[in-house]
């Protein structure tokens, strides 16, 4: 927890926020502050502030702020398209998205998802929302990804993503990861990038006809390296290799 | 499970092996292969092959293999060093370690590591090999990563490093990841280094005297990006970003 994530409801008034959970143990038991100590805070889906310690009791603290800032952002935004993984997998996948900024994560289905996956209670956004907190908390970033569930494959590509890029970025670069061809990130991305659409497959791989598909559709495969990963590794490579690219002088 | 290890202890004559474990499960019940299918399999530390089923039963495969090839090899190779994680990290940084290629893992005391760490029975040998083997199993490798746990933290890098570069490396590149520079690996790697020696740091970070004592030797600060990551997602991240300057033309 590198970050206190507050929300609305943990306001007392104007200028104090009251925990009573997991962030005040974490605040009393791990930092170990005590009233007039500071510590980073930011507001789900708002700025960030240096919080002072009022208060600390077991299972409650009070804190105040009254300076906040933006987040700096910089680069292209980031929307990961993710075939539906096993519900273990989503949850770090989930943690990873909100850790590593990405603006939306957009979970499909694909031949090599099995159906189950859809009856998963992180189907349901508020069960998804804790993952996606502890991955804001962990990368000391604010906004709460966008997650969609599409149960549709060739809908979401053909209908939902012009709808959610529509407007978004006069210049998005439409990727997949794939291990059948020799092209890299450093291949396919330049800085004038405003919007980055990455697709990891499913364990498996995608299906000839998906990939066809993608492919008329701009998206150019791209090799992440010479390993076969996981889809919580690939996720987390994809978008540090985007970082590194995105921070090409 | 892409690729089935074996080891000499499965071998049953010249060309056959005897699989009585997970494996044995996993290509019966998971790959649902039968007799006369093809499976890929490698030995550890040495070349891969595509077996052919003899027989399978609950709990026993037999499979026979009798033209080996060589994984292909290019690019720089990795040296890892990191802070001694909690074990349930450590299991999560073996595996990777294995998945993406490393030659060697270096865990070693830093000031913020706590002191039971080095009491985890992951600090034996035997202990890690199953996750070692798990991550080759994953990323398609053969080759074991030399895992050596270092108690002392000058000592390490003023004597044991030395050491293992000996000899091994005319253009080693020393890189440690931090959140203080805006160096990337984009700034700092070119494709002539054949060793890259990459740092990962504890939870909370090196301390200024560690970051200082591996910068007189040559260690070159470097970020990952702009998020606070975890250990394992930072050395997930590194082993992504060294792999994709490995790519560039």
């Given amino acids: 927890?590198?970050?206190?994530?507050?929300?609305?409801?943990?306001?007392?008034?104007?200028?104090?926020?009251?925990?009573?959970?997991?962030?005040?143990?974490?605040?009393?038991?791990?930092?170990?502050?005590?009233?007039?100590?500071?510590?980073?805070?930011?507001?789900?889906?708002?700025?960030?502030?240096?919080?002072?310690?009022?208060?600390?009791?077991?299972?409650?603290?009070?804190?105040?702020?009254?300076?906040?800032?933006?987040?700096?952002?910089?680069?292209?935004?980031?929307?990961?398209?993710?075939?539906?993984?096993?519900?273990?997998?989503?949850?770090?996948?989930?943690?990873?998205?909100?850790?590593?900024?990405?603006?939306?994560?957009?979970?499909?289905?694909?031949?090599?998802?099995e159906k189950s996956y859809f009856q998963s209670p992180l189907i349901q956004a508020e069960n998804r929302l804790p993952y996606l907190v502890e991955g804001l908390a962990q990368g000391k970033l604010t906004r709460l990804p966008q997650v969609e569930v599409h149960d549709r494959f060739r809908a979401f590509f053909e209908d939902d993503l012009p709808r959610f890029q529509l407007g978004s970025s006069p210049h998005p670069l439409r990727l997949v990861a794939s291990q059948d061809t020799k092209s890299s990130l450093y291949d396919l991305f330049n800085p004038a990038f405003t919007q980055v659409v990455a697709a990891v497959g499913p364990e498996g791989g995608w299906v000839p006809f998906e990939l066809e598909l993608m492919q008329s559709l701009g998206f150019k495969p791209f090799t992440l390296g010479r390993w076969t990963l996981r889809v919580e590794h690939a996720v987390t490579a994809a978008l540090s290799q985007i970082e590194l690219m995105r921070m090409r002088p």
Wanted: include cysteine; glycine fraction near 6%.
């Fill in 1 to 113: 927890m590198n970050l206190i994530i507050l929300t609305e409801q943990d306001r007392v008034d104007e200028h104090s926020f009251r925990l009573a959970d997991l962030r005040a143990e974490h605040i009393r038991a791990v930092l170990n502050l005590t009233p007039g100590d500071s510590v980073e805070v930011g507001l789900l889906n708002g700025p960030i502030a240096t919080a002072r310690v009022e208060s600390v009791f077991p299972g409650e603290v009070i804190i105040t702020c009254d300076s906040w800032r933006d987040l700096p952002m910089s680069g292209p935004e980031i929307d990961l398209v993710c075939a539906l993984p096993r519900p273990q997998t989503l949850k770090k996948v989930l943690i990873t998205s909100a850790m590593m900024g990405v603006r939306s994560l957009h979970l499909i289905r694909a031949n090599r998802v």
